[in-house]
Each structure stands twice: as C-alpha cells, then as structure tokens.
C-alpha cells in the first residue's frame, strides 16, 4: 500500500509501505476513503514532536472503511462506514473511566496515538487498536466530508473550548484565532445559547469565515484589540474567552478580554512559557483551563451534523487524491495565503 511516511524535520514522502495489518485481537483495518491535514502534522514535520520518528507514517484523522477485523472485535464488521478519531481508547483504565482517554493509560500514556506513537490514517490502509472502543460508526445521513472534522477539530473546538469555558444561554464569547479549531468553538458555541460571539483574528479571510459559522461581531487584531472587544461588551469583557491559536501574546489577549467571574478557555497547544500578570488576575475570580481534547463528544456532534445543525462540511475548502499529498500540504501549510481552513484528501 502507499502512505504518507515522516523521514525527518521537513521530509516526508508518499511511498510503498508494507500493508496494514491486525496485529492484536482487538484490531481492525480501516481502508482510508477520507483523511485530512492537521496543523500538529505541520509541527511534527519542523521537527517539534520528538516522539515522531523516521518511518512514521502521518495523520490522525480518517473516515473509512472496515476492510479486517481481529478475533476479539465484536462492534465492527468488513464493510463499516467509521470514524477514526484523533483520540485512541481503551475504555477501561483509571481515566477511560473518568471519561478522559485523552490520557489513556493502556495505548500509551496518551490517547493520540496515529501518526504520533504508531502509523497514522495520511495511507491507503490504518491498523486501528481498540477498535470497539474507538471507533464511531458514521450514520449514512453523514457524509465523509462531514465526519472527516469530527476526527479532531471540531471536538476541540467544542470539548477544551465551549464546554472547558462552561459556556451557558445568554453568555458573551471571545474567539481569540478563527483558524479550524477557532471556527469549531464558534460553530458550537451557538448550542449553548450565547448571545454574543466575536472573533478575534489577524486575517480578514479568517474573520470572514467566524460570521459565516456564526460569529455576530469581529476584531481585526490590532492595536486596539482589547479595547474593541470590551467596547461590544458594555465595558464589561467577556463571560468565556477562548484562546485557540498557541502564543503567550494570545494567551494574554485572551486573558485581557474577560470579565471578573469568567472563564479563559485555552486551547492552542504551546511551545514556549507564558507569563501570566498574576498580580491582577488573582483578584478576579477567573478561572483558566486547558488540556487535550477527549473526542468524548463525537456522538453528540454526529448527531448535530446529522439533523443539519452543525453543517460540519463548511470547513472543507481545498479537496485533493492521494497522489497530491505533496500539494495538499502545500495548501494548508500556506493556509491564509490560498483562503483555506481545512482539506479534503481522498483515493481519487
Ligand atoms: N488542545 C488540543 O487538544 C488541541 C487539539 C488540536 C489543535 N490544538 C491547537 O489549537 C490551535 C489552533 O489550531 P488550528 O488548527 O485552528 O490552527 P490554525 O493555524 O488554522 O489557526 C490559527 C488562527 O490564529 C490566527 N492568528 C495567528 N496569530 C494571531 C494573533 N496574534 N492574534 C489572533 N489570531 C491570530 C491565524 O490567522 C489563524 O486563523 C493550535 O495551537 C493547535 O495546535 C489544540
Ligand atoms: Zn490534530
Ligand atoms: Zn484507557
């Protein structure tokens, strides 16, 4: 079969790799019918995820068909529609149990596993661990290119944005990055019934996209960027700030916007530390939280896209095969620049 193979910082090729195969009872092949680019791949390939070695193969998010099944899987069938989320789980350790795989103890120490610690879904094939527990199966009211961003950014967006800040009816929200993950929270901040929604972004284009999925105010980052959002809150600030793009600046945007009693939602992963002005912060009854999405709330989100009330497949803008892997990456890489969020790669 041919995958997406990571030899390197900046190397990558699509080639010939030796066939997905169960290696464990519990395990199913999936043939990959949809997978997509996150930008965590693009850190791994400047070299940032150490974990990531020569010969990994890529990606984390796939739509698919069962092609195998192991011994031990009774869930699955050959011929399942599925879902592959970002997020591996084996359903029964101390924090499967508390419903945080993201941190699964059997499958690794970490619940993301694909194109990280094991092969990822960027092939024509994927070996799936723990597939009963795992895998979700897609209604057929639910297409590929819908069910593709249930994989990763989507719940993100939802788990460590909307649900993490306690979002409730009524509440004013600030997005700060409308960048896929950024989009994901607008998208789903809606369920929860807050009335106002601005997005906070340095791209036109991007803030653009926040109206359509359901901002109602934006801010062009600027120097002003505080004051602007405050202004749309009465000088209040906001009830949830929600940080979704990984920068101590950001951060510190976020943390600038909301109002005593609120809540700052971080979502971007972080690379270097954030210094955080305790000294005015501690009297505000805030509270801060983060983490690594569970992927817990696919099944809720499945059947939003599934009455139309999420339309998921707006996040696609860019479609390639396969064989323009290279292309794809291209795209994505240079999102604001091709007016891009996220793309669609399929067998062609
Ligand atoms: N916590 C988790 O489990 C988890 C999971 C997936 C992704 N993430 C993280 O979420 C973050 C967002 O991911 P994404 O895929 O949407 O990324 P993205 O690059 O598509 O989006 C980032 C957005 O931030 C905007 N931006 C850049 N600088 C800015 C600034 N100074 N002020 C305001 N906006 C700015 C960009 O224009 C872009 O629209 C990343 O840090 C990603 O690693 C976290
Ligand atoms: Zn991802
Ligand atoms: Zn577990």
């Not at 906070?200 to 002003?224: H, I, Q, Y």
């Not at 600038?256 to 000294?279: D, F, K, W, Y």
């Not at 803008?317 to 620049?337: P, R």
């Amino acid at each position: 079969m041919k995958a997406l193979v990571y030899h390197g910082p900046g190397r990558k090729v699509w080639e010939d790799v030796p066939d997905a195969a169960i290696q464990e009872p519990g395990d199913v092949v999936v043939r990959v019918d949809t997978t997509t680019i996150c930008g965590t791949d693009l850190h791994i390939l400047q070299g940032d995820v150490a974990a990531v070695t020569d010969g990994r193969i890529l990606g984390h998010e796939a739509v698919g068909t069962v092609t195998e099944v192991g011994e031990a899987v009774s869930g699955f069938s050959v011929g399942d529609r599925v879902l592959v989320p970002a997020i591996t789980k084996c359903g029964r350790c101390m924090y499967c149990q508390r419903g945080m795989p993201s941190h699964c103890q059997t499958v690794g120490g970490i619940g993301w596993i694909f194109g990280h610690l094991i092969d990822g879904t960027q092939a024509e094939f994927v070996r799936v661990p723990f597939a009963d527990t795992s895998l979700y199966a897609v209604p057929d009211s639910v297409t590929n290119e819908q069910a593709i961003f249930l994989a990763d950014s989507l719940p993100t967006g939802y788990e460590v944005g909307v649900l993490a800040g306690g979002v409730r009816p009524g509440d004013t929200v600030a997005v700060v990055g409308a960048g896929a993950v950024g989009l994901s929270a607008i998208l789903t901040t809606g369920l929860w019934g807050a009335s106002k929604v601005i997005a906070v972004d340095t791209n036109k284009f991007r803030l653009e996209k926040a109206m359509e999925f359901g901002a109602t105010d934006t801010v062009e980052v600027g120097p002003g960027t505080v004051a602007d959002v405050i202004a749309l809150t009465d000088g209040l600030g906001v009830d949830v700030s929600i940080e979704a793009v990984g920068y101590p600046e950001t951060l510190l945007t976020a943390a600038s916007l909301v109002r005593p009693g609120g809540t700052i939602a971080n979502i971007g992963v972080h690379g270097t530390p954030v210094e955080l002005p305790m000294q005015d912060m501690w009297i505000q009854n805030v509270t801060l939280t983060m983490g690594l999405v569970d992927t817990v709330s696919i099944p809720t989100l499945l059947k939003m896209v599934a009455s139309g009330r999420i339309p998921a497949e707006k996040m696609g803008t860019h479609s390639f095969t396969f064989g323009q892997m290279e292309g794809a990456y291209d795209v994505f890489k240079n999102a604001a620049a091709n007016s891009a969020l996220k793309v669609v790669i399929t067998p062609g």
